[in-house]
């Protein structure tokens, strides 16, 4: 029998063959405390099959030649990294790494409507991995490549499309030591409810906003054009359709992690219960919104420091939030929405570093209650909303359309 192809987590064939696939990789943590290694690359090599192979096999292709060319470019790293001057050596690695993520952005760019050979379901977050990996060579915190473990690292089915971001010192540490069986039980039990909350999330209230809300504003906002109620209503209806469809997506691959005995970072955290924008930021997409931090803003921001570039800390800060939104906003698309998005989310930032600055200068002339945060929380939720109409790309729908 052929297996069609699918696309993760999307339909109940999916959940299903999930289930039947993981079986004997539970029970044997449940009864054992132990994975079976083998049967673990087994279902692996087959979830990797039915989401890249079939329709898709060129992606299957792409997809093989980008483990293989990023395995080397590790490997070379890792051998010639200890040379004297490397840092051309770093740059150099980072920059290979990342370049086959550039071709697929700019591909559509050049030639409208051509996608690039080289791109995949996922390779934004293989390439995240890679960099990562790169640069904690580059700092000595990890010594050794396994390139094996790299391998796994990379392929791991459960969070392959659209992460959550692991961390490889992290991940390599569970594949090392499976849990013992009263934790794992533990994790059973929490991935089960994750999965479960997911199918809420993603499939009942995501596709109500997303499949019977979502249309109706989207007809309506076009009909009256310009700045209207039913605009405002599309900004809410598509920001809670984009939290519920991919908190629920998140769910599903955490959940499935734990099933396997790994505890894969969660990627959401109430996120609009935030009471300002850097907060949001600790909250949504977490995993995403922690790569860039640790890898793009703080190491701008100890080069910037270094070399004394600018004389204020709050100078130099403020040119690392707009340097690293504007990273975020390429890396979602060449369009001027997802670029005017990273603006606007750089802008509220260093806005929100004044306010925190006023506020703890004047702690005591300001109050500070249960009101003041409500407040806050409302107001940054707006905020974020008005920011996901600007990402959602309607407004230029909008504005074409009644050119």
């Known amino acids: 029998m052929i297996i069609p192809h699918m696309v993760p987590y999307a339909s109940p064939k999916y959940f299903i063959l999930l289930l039947i696939a993981l079986a004997p990789l539970i029970i044997s943590l449940v009864l054992r405390g132990k994975r079976i290694n083998w049967y673990q690359a087994l279902i692996t090599l087959g979830f990797l099959y039915i989401s890249f192979g079939g329709v898709d096999y060129k992606q299957g292709l792409a ?3 980008y483990v293989i060319y ?18 051309w050596i770093f740059y150099l690695a980072v920059f290979l790494s990342i370049l086959p993520l550039i071709f697929v952005k700019v591909t559509p760019f050049l030639a409208a409507g051509t996608n690039s050979i080289f791109g995949f379901l996922g390779i934004s977050y293989l390439t995240f991995k890679s960099v990562q990996i790169i640069m904690e060579m580059r ?9 094996i473990k790299y391998i796994q690292f990379l392929l791991f089915f459960p969070t392959i499309s659209s992460g959550p971001i692991d961390r490889y010192r ?31 999330y993603k ?18 906002a076009m009909e009256r054009g310009g700045i209207s109620w039913p605009l ?18 998140s769910l599903f691959a955490v959940g499935t992690s734990k099933l396997m005995g790994y505890e894969t970072p969660p990627n959401f955290n109430k996120p609009f219960l935030s009471w300002n924008i850097k907060e949001f930021w600790n909250r949504w997409h977490m995993t995403l919104s922690f790569w860039f931090r640790d890898y793009i803003y703080m190491r701008l921001m100890f ?31 060449l369009t001027w929405y997802y670029i005017v998005y990273g603006l606007y989310h750089a802008t509220l930032i260093c806005l929100t570093d004044v306010w925190l600055r006023f506020k703890k200068k004047h702690k005591k002339q300001l109050p500070s209650n249960k009101f003041t945060h409500g407040l806050a929380v409302v107001l940054t939720f707006h905020a974020v909303c008005l920011s996901f109409l600007i990402f959602s790309g309607f407004l230029d729908k909008l504005f074409f359309h009644h050119m």
Do not use: T
């Not at 992290?170 to 997911?198: N, S």
């Not at 499939?203 to 309506?220: M, N, R, T």
């Not at 599309?234 to 997506?249: E, N």
């Open 63 to 65: 997809l093989i030649g």
């Open 70 to 87: 990023q395995s080397v470019l590790v490997w070379c790293y890792h051998h010639y990294r200890q040379q004297k001057n490397q840092n």
């Open 139 to 147: 700092d000595g915190m990890i010594k050794k490549y396994d390139p």
């Open 170 to 200: 992290r991940f390599v540490k569970d594949l090392d030591q499976p849990p013992a069986k009263e934790k794992y039980v533990e994790l059973l039990g929490q991935g089960v409810h994750q999965i479960f909350l997911g199918f809420l």
């Open 203 to 220: 499939f009942i209230i995501g596709y109500y906003f997303g499949q019977v809300l979502l249309p109706v504003v989207d007809h309506l």
């Open 232 to 249: 405002v209503g599309y900004m809410y209806v598509y920001s809670m359709y984009l939290f519920f469809d991919f908190a629920g997506y």
């Open 303 to 333: 080069m910037l420091i270094k070399k004394k570039v600018f004389k204020s800390r709050i100078v130099a800060s403020n040119i690392g939030y707009f340097a690293l939104f504007l990273i975020m906003g390429f890396w979602h698309g």
